[in-house]
């Protein structure tokens, strides 16, 4: 018996958000197709009736994690008025539930150091993605796009330093330092 319409596409979908975790959480040389697709609820075998190599899944995998990041902090923008959705952003960016929620966080943080040594392919989606994140940053604060390049450098620098510390006290501050630095440059004319 054939498989219902749209059944690829519905599996295809499983497997990249499951590489999307997997790799957020794990990095992504640590992570095998055997473990993607044990956590996508398949078998291994069925992994090249949908990608031509793990480089097409994890250029999939980061369109994907920083779609979902978007929705994420725009819903978290939607809660406040407009002129501090920025700041609610900031503040739920440079959380400790986000730094320690790494299964579901922003891939940039997570993947900057990997994506460098990234197949061309992989590097060109991470570079358009991340230009649409820093848009959409930039949109968020009002601001232009050279300045929310700042602003976001600032953000992931402070989570990248925060989850990297074995001190909770020193990782809580490079998240409050962050969020209070983001904050200023928000507020100020010029960076």
Do not use: W
């Not at 095998?32 to 793990?54: E, Q, R, W």
């Amino acid at each position: 018996m054939p498989y219902p319409k749209g059944h690829k596409i519905k599996v295809r979908g499983k497997i990249v958000e499951s590489a999307a975790r997997a790799f957020r959480t794990n990095g992504i040389q640590e992570v095998s197709v055997p473990f993607i697709m044990k956590g996508a609820g398949l078998t291994h075998g069925g992994f090249y009736s949908h990608f031509d190599n793990k480089e097409q899944l994890v250029a999939e995998a980061c369109e994907y994690a920083i779609s979902d990041t978007i929705t994420l902090l725009q819903n978290v923008a939607d809660q406040e008025e407009q002129n501090s959705k920025i700041n609610k952003v900031i503040d739920y960016y440079l959380s400790p539930y986000h730094r320690d929620q790494t299964e579901m966080s922003c891939i940039f943080p997570a993947l900057s150091s990997e994506i460098s040594r990234s197949s061309e392919e992989v590097r060109q989606v991470f570079t358009h993605e991340l230009e649409r994140m820093i848009a959409f940053i930039s949109n968020l604060a009002e601001i232009d796009v050279s300045r929310g390049r700042a602003l976001f450098s600032t953000m992931v620098g402070s989570l990248v330093l925060a989850r990297s510390v074995s001190d909770p006290e020193l990782s809580d501050s490079f998240l409050s330092a962050g969020r209070q630095q983001a904050k200023e440059m928000v507020k100020r004319n010029d960076m």
